[in-house]
């Protein structure tokens, strides 16, 4: 297997997990929708990301607990990256 075949698998294994949770969130609201209490409950919410700019990450966080889970996604990544990138030369 060449690393553009291992390239498309990749990028086609993305958008399916994307749209997989895309599906999940959808069910989820709609079970939550059904099960709401009458009372609101005051409900905190919790965001984060990874962004590459060539071979350097930039992490944000509305926290610092969500900013370590970006730092673990972060390196599972580039560690991935390294590993397909060194693969081209095996």
Known sequence: ???????????????????????????????KRREEKPEEEERKTEAGGVIFIGPVPIIFGTSKKIEKWMIIVALVITLVLVTIFLLQFA
């Open 1 to 31: 297997m060449n690393l553009v075949n291992l390239a498309f698998i990749f990028i086609f294994l993305g958008f399916s997990l994307v749209f997989l949770d895309i599906i999940l969130a959808m069910i989820k609201s709609v079970e």
